[in-house]
């Protein structure tokens, strides 16, 4: 959740740093003081009473986002220099972050550790492994090598292209399986493949689905 006063504090250090004193005419001033409004007041009713918001910030506002992903670029900026000076990947998306180490685990779980001191509204809640998911893949570290397919979360079923041919084949029998569990015609899945496929690698209409290594890497490269 975020701290609303803090957040207004970081938002205006945010606009100092990177050199404003307008945004389109409005000054920085101006823009706490809406920022003020959109954190601040949200009420609503429930039970014949009205509550209004102390902590955080309204859901699905963009504002409340972009103010998220600045308290965070805050947050995060001892982790990334910590991570850059040892030649280690750090990425994130709003509050999910991934991350490699090279050094024992023992001292990850302690620098994670510490971490979670540094702010009493982010608690980070991490899991170690040489295959982990992180949004809509899963990332495997083998033997140095990385490996990405999808990750299917119990919510959403978003696909992307998987690293190796064997993966993509696998969620190709995948979504024909859940299609024809729900009663589409098989002819009609194989013709939808076809026509899907044959955008990215040929206009021929008697292009065959996918079946060799050069075919799927052709497609990768679209």
Request: proline share 3%; hydrophobic share 35%; with cysteine.
């Amino acid at each position: 959740m975020l701290p609303q006063e803090e957040t207004l504090d970081i938002l205006m250090t945010f606009l100092h740093v990177h050199g404003y004193r307008k945004v389109k005419e409005i000054s920085i001033d101006t823009i706490k003081k809406l920022a003020s409004i959109i954190l601040k007041d949200n009420v609503f009713a429930y039970g014949k009473k009205i509550y209004k918001q102390t902590t955080g910030g309204a859901m699905g506002s963009s504002l409340t986002l972009t103010l998220a992903n600045i308290l965070m670029a805050k947050w995060q900026k001892n982790i990334v220099e910590e991570q850059t000076k040892t030649c280690e990947f750090y990425g994130r998306y709003i509050d999910d972050i991934f991350m490699t180490w090279n050094r024992s685990e023992e001292e990850l779980r302690k620098f994670l550790d510490d971490v979670n001191t540094w702010h009493p509204n982010i608690k980070l809640d991490y899991k170690i492994g040489r295959s982990l998911p992180f949004l809509d893949v899963q990332l495997t570290n083998n033997n140095g090598i990385l490996l990405t397919s999808v990750y299917h979360k119990p919510a959403a079923e978003p696909y992307i292209y998987s690293s190796t041919f064997e993966a993509f084949n696998y969620e190709r029998r995948y979504i024909k399986l859940m299609l024809l569990y729900n009663g589409y015609p098989s002819t009609f899945i194989e013709n939808e493949f076809h026509k899907y496929l044959s955008d990215y690698i040929s206009t021929s209409l008697f292009l065959p689905l996918i079946d060799d290594e050069k075919k799927f890497f052709q497609l990768r490269q679209k």
